[in-house]
């Protein structure tokens, strides 16, 4: 749904953007159990947290990558979300790593140029903005790698080299092979074990 809302302007201060409107909606949003609530493009988003076997994927990814984490860095899978003012959006990644002062806040609003990689598991509902919007927000924003792993194709997606116009660079996986993560990790993601559950499979095949 998009939220558009009067804005008073009162004597003496400074009227409030439209963004700062919706960071506040969203804090007071009574978002059912098992599901998340994001900003996109002008919208707050609501979309169920993942599926019960994308526990062991994440925690997969976590175990990897997190020897190779720059200097005072940390991995999480904690629901936070990440916000960026500039472009006006504000994203709860499955799987995030920054440095740890960036979690040093009372706030529940982190800054999304802090991160250092992120991760989405794509679902149905979020898959087409985790390959679009997200792309060109985390690339612009200068976070170092953003991977997408798309659990509808089963493959895996890692964009790194962040600039201006977005991600310079792009390394592509089917699910089962191992993946290159550029630096500032500089290592291998092995996605061995990232497919859906056999009978899952077996069920998504005969749809």
Request: glycine share 8%; with cysteine.
């Given at each position: ?9 009162i ?10 409107e ?23 988003v609501?979309?169920?947290w993942?599926?019960?076997?994308y526990?062991?994927v994440m ?5 990897q990558?997190e ?7 940390i991995?999480e899978r ?11 959006r504000?994203?709860?990644?499955d799987?995030h790593?920054?440095h740890?002062?960036?979690y ?12 250092s ?6 679902s149905t ?17 200068g ?5 997408v792993?798309?659990m ?7 964009f ?11 390394f592509?996986k089917?699910f ?12 291998t993601?092995?996605?061995t074990?990232f497919?859906a ?11």
């Amino acid at each position: 749904m998009t939220l558009m809302a009067e804005r008073p302007v009162i004597s003496g201060t400074t009227p409030r953007s439209g963004f700062e409107e919706l960071l506040d909606l969203l804090d007071e949003l009574r978002v059912p159990d098992g599901y998340k609530a994001e900003i996109i493009r002008g919208s707050i988003v609501v979309s169920p947290w993942s599926k019960g076997y994308y526990t062991r994927v994440m925690k997969l990814v976590c175990n990897q990558l997190e020897p190779h984490l720059p200097a005072g860095h940390i991995i999480e899978r904690a629901p936070q979300l990440f916000v960026f003012p500039r472009v006006e959006r504000a994203y709860g990644p499955d799987i995030h790593a920054a440095h740890e002062r960036t979690y040093e806040t009372s706030s529940n609003h982190l800054d999304g140029e802090g991160l250092s990689f992120v991760a989405e598991l794509t679902s149905t509902s979020t898959r087409d903005e985790d390959l679009t919007d997200k792309v060109e927000t985390y690339g612009k924003a200068g976070v170092p790698l953003y991977l997408v792993l798309d659990m509808q194709e089963e493959q895996a997606i890692v964009f790194g080299s962040p600039s201006a116009k977005g991600y310079e660079v792009r390394f592509t996986k089917p699910f089962g092979e191992k993946l290159y993560i550029p630096d500032p990790f500089g290592c291998t993601l092995d996605t061995t074990g990232f497919q859906a559950p056999e009978q899952e499979a077996q069920e998504q095949n005969e749809a």
